[in-house]
């Protein structure tokens, strides 16, 4: 089949004639082509001529990339006309019906290039059809070619400026070929490039495959100014910096193993691969990097034409001056200077310029023939323009916010040239929002004339913070403004237990004597990881960071806003007197869930100053984790605050989380006769139920004579109306007052009985007016009791003669009959105690005489309870409270054991005794 279907084109000089173009097939295209077909498509031009050749149409048997049955093979390195096709180069083979499999355009690296086409005795398509044709290779002479290599030297002596192509652009270039370009240049002169079309198969960030590498020199030992792969265009502008310059263009193989699925992906000739057009220029007008212009401190950045790396080494200064200075820089120049600050795991800096002699023409803000612009500021990149200065005013001190600054000055439209010189220096950076108070020191100062609300953080957060650094964070509010700051992340490296001695801390600190005294002192101080909770104050306020020498983390982020104290809730406000009672607190809503932004500040004031205010907790339910085992609680959300006295501002506890039945009792008093509780709850809070906390007055604590009701256990003593009314006004450990009883109606408690709302219970007895009216009613007491105690006296004395004058009179009955009958006043003897005694005989009223011994005894064993059985009698029923006893005997010694008897059960509280 060979013999019917090989062609060869040939071309000719234009005077001859011959073909320059063309297109070739397949056989029997568009047809399906035979079974075992072998043809050779030949074009051969002349000595200045390349083939270039490209696909309009492909459609064959096979699968790629192995093409086992019908393939299509491309030799477009080949040397000679008759170079054997078996030792030659080949590029493929190609088959399937991909048109994307196949390159783009092939151009022969001579003047020769052959097609070969194979079909086997299976299946067939129909085939391939494409176009040919003879350029010029004029573009592809750029300079002397090297005799023994891929290679060409430029020289600006003969030409200062031209084009370097790749050895087949625009065409495929060919796998494992390596070229060199020398451009040379005079003494005094600087090379300039631009990539207007770069086409190179990107294999990854470093090349691996097909790259374009570019040496500051004329040998591969020189320094590398970069290495290209990918896609480029002419926005890729590079110097030299001196008058040499080489290109290094080097492609390899292999590019398929790169993806998981080669039968997808066919073959790496769908990348488009035509290779480079690079253009370039000579000069001696381009900036000239002498050392008036590359200042100690300062380098040229390789590849540039003027651009500048200022690099620190540790908070030092310089200067960088425009090109050309003290003369006025020429038009057409764009020159970059990066000013970079440290910026690793301890070091952070920033950078500030002062620029003077400062003239470039134009007018602010549209600098439209030039400028010198403030780049925006970014870590990693050089950003855009964001502020442009020009005329004849400085511009203002500049101050990045990151560890780079990068200044362009652009005179790309300038009618003349300028110039200015420019002051640098490195400070450190700790990377925190605020107004700097000392440059150089992490100290930061807020106010709400500056920013109302903004964000407070840990040096380089979210970064980890530096080692050994110490940070001041302080707020001014005005008169009428309280501060609020709350923490939103925490995590510091030291213990979460207080009180926080070592390791890295953060400490709250207000100024007690007021703004300017810089009298602070320590409010709060926290470590670990559990964070601190909102915090409010009307004073200034200080937040102190400090990291020690050890691991460090990344500390803390939060927020604040200055409040106008008006807009402070209302409803949780408030200042109130104890008035010697007590009461209860709770949050907002509670039991339902407090809202958010809430801020709560209760002051309790005793009504003597010499009494104490008692606060227990109740029920606590704020989100947060609770404080167990000696670690501190974690009230990122919210936090209850409790003061001992209303002045202070170290709070005795701050709580949040849920209270479980085995945590111990929470219970304080107040060191004078006030004591402050605050809620609050940050912004991003959920709200929960709350709490609720109970309160008592303490009388006089000092005294041990207590005039109302005193605790058993912790001998506080409290009004005797706090009785049984189910809270705990006794404080920590000691319930006594909800067991404790007393006369008149019983009220919420089936434990004990409480007095009524007009008395309280003094000394175990019910009294009217509380404990302001008790030391006058104890003395009515005690005259009422002495005139009842004589007059018993007097009364058994008396029934006594007169049982003995009158016995002899009586006959003796058949039975004798002895009743004793005992009955308490109110005031004081016992309502339920009463000695009944039938004696019918001496033995008979003997045992009756043991059976109330017993009783005595048992009394004597209970004292707690025969002091609540005996001490709940009334005042006012004192008068009406009677005794009687009644006997009748007929002998002597039964009277004189009555007589006993009834003595043995008189009180000196009892008003009156009758006998019968």
């Known amino acids: 089949m060979s013999a019917n279907c090989d062609r060869i084109e040939v071309s000719r000089h234009q005077t001859k004639k011959g073909r320059k173009f063309g297109v070739f097939q397949s056989p029997g295209f568009p047809s399906h082509y035979p079974n075992k077909a072998s043809c050779t498509f030949k074009f051969i031009g002349l000595e200045n001529e390349r083939v270039k050749i490209t696909f309009d149409t492909f459609k064959l048997q096979g699968r790629p990339p192995s093409c086992e049955r019908d393939f299509v093979n491309l030799y477009s390195q080949l040397q000679s006309e008759q170079e054997d096709l078996l030792d030659a180069k080949v ?160 492609t390899g193989e292999g590019r398929l193993d790169l993806d998981p699925n080669p039968i997808n992906t066919n073959a790496d000739y769908k990348f488009e691969r035509k290779g480079f057009n690079i253009s370039y220029e000579f000069s001696d007008r381009f900036v000239k990097l002498d050392n008036d212009y590359i200042r100690a401190g300062s380098q040229h950045v390789r590849g540039t034409e003027c651009d500048l790396r200022i690099m620190s080494h540790g908070e030092n200064q310089g200067s960088f001056v425009s090109p050309g200075f003290p003369n006025q820089f020429r038009e057409g120049v ?80 300038a009618v003349r040239g300028g110039r200015f010189v420019a002051k640098y220096s490195f400070i450190p950076d700790f990377d925190i929002p605020g107004l700097s108070i000392k440059e150089g020191k992490c100290e930061y100062g807020y106010r709400s004339d500056d920013w109302r609300e903004g964000y407070i953080n840990s040096p380089r957060h979210p970064d980890d913070y530096p080692s050994d650094k110490k940070c001041l964070y302080i707020f001014l509010p005005k008169p009428n403004e309280m501060i609020v700051v709350t923490i939103s992340s925490f995590k510091l490296s030291s213990l979460n237990s207080p009180p926080c001695k070592t390791g890295d801390t953060l400490t709250f600190l207000e100024d007690l004597a007021g703004p300017n005294t810089h009298n602070f002192t320590m409010t709060e101080k926290y470590c670990g990881q559990r964070s601190p909770g909102p915090y409010i104050t009307s004073r200034p306020l200080k937040i ?53 932004m809430t801020r709560c500040e209760w002051i309790i004031k005793a009504s003597s100053r010499s009494h104490r205010i008692l606060v227990q907790l109740s029920d606590i339910n704020i989100e947060g984790k609770y404080g167990r085992d000696g670690m501190r609680p974690d009230c990122k959300l919210a936090a209850l605050r409790l003061y001992r006295d209303s002045a202070d501002i170290k709070p005795v506890a701050a709580l949040c989380g849920k209270i479980k039945d085995t945590d111990p009792e929470v219970s304080f008093v107040s060191i004078r006769d006030t004591f402050k509780i605050t809620f609050i709850s940050s912004p991003n809070s959920m709200g929960d139920k709350g709490f609720k906390i109970s309160w008592t007055e303490i009388h006089d604590v000092s005294y041990t004579d207590c005039q109302g009701f005193q605790c058993l256990t912790n001998k506080y003593c409290i009004a005797s109306r706090l009785t049984c009314n189910n809270e705990p006004n006794c404080g920590k450990g000691d319930d006594s007052d909800e067991t404790a009883e007393c006369s008149g109606p019983r009220v919420g408690s089936d434990r004990c ?112 309870n025969h002091e609540n059985h005996t001490n709940g009698g009334n005042h006012n029923n004192m008068n009406n409270a009677h005794t009687a006893a009644s006997a009748t005997t007929n002998n002597s010694s039964s009277a004189a054991a009555v007589a006993a008897a009834v003595a043995n059960t008189q009180s000196p509280r009892c008003q009156k005794v009758s006998m019968v």
Request: one cysteine or more; glycine letters at 8%; aromatic letters at 12%.
């Open 544 to 596: 102190e960071f400090q990291s020690d020498s050890k691991d460090n983390y990344v500390g803390f982020k939060g927020s604040y806003v200055f409040v106008n104290k008006t807009n402070l809730d209302k409803r949780c406000t408030e200042k109130f007197n104890a008035s010697a009672l007590g009461g209860i607190i709770k949050s907002p809503n509670y039991p339902k869930k407090y809202p958010a």
């Open 334 to 413: 764009i020159c970059k200077f990066y000013l970079d600050g440290f910026m690793n795991d301890q070091h952070l800096e920033k950078v500030k310029v002062n620029v003077s002699a400062f003239s470039i023409p134009g007018n602010m803000p549209y600098c439209l023939l030039g400028y010198l612009g403030q780049n925006e500021d970014s870590r990693l990149s050089e950003g855009h323009v964001k502020t442009k200065y020009c005329g004849e005013l400085n511009p203002p001190t500049l101050t990045s916010v990151g560890p780079r600054m990068v200044l362009t000055l652009n005179t790309t439209n």
């Open 753 to 864: 009985e409480l007095c009524s709302t007009r008395t309280a219970r003094v000394k175990g007895l019910c009294v009217e007016g509380g404990p302001q009216k008790a030391t006058v009613q104890i003395l009515h007491i005690a005259i009422g009791t002495s005139i009842a105690s004589f007059f018993c006296i007097t009364l058994l004395i008396c029934a006594f003669y007169h049982r003995r004058k009158f016995r002899t009179e009586r006959a003796p009955p058949d039975h004798d009959h002895v009743e004793v009958r005992y009955v308490s006043a109110p005031t004081g003897c016992n309502t339920t105690d009463r000695l009944l005694m039938e004696d019918r005989n001496d033995a008979v009223l003997a045992g009756s005489g043991a059976t109330y011994h017993q009783q005595q005894q048992q009394q004597q064993q209970y004292p707690y």
């Open 91 to 250: 590029t493929g083979p190609f088959c399937g019906t991909q048109q994307d499999n196949l390159p783009k355009m092939v151009v022969s690296t001579n003047h020769i290039l052959v097609i070969w086409f194979h079909s086997n005795d299976d299946k067939t398509n129909k085939g391939f059809n494409g176009t040919w044709e003879f350029i010029s290779a004029d573009i592809y002479a750029m300079g002397t070619e090297s005799p023994s290599s891929c290679g060409y030297t430029i020289r600006s002596e003969k030409k200062q400026t031209g084009f370097i192509t790749s050895d087949t652009y625009p065409g495929m270039y060919p796998d494992n070929l390596f070229c060199h370009y020398n451009l040379v240049g005079k003494p005094g002169q600087r090379i300039k490039i631009v990539l207007d079309d770069f086409w190179l198969f990107y294999g990854g960030e470093y090349c691996p495959f097909d790259y374009l590498k570019i040496y500051d020199g004329s040998s591969i030992t020189d320094e590398v100014i970069a290495k290209f792969c990918g896609t480029y265009n002419s926005s890729t502008v590079l110097y030299s910096s001196g008058h040499n310059l080489r290109l290094d263009f080097v």
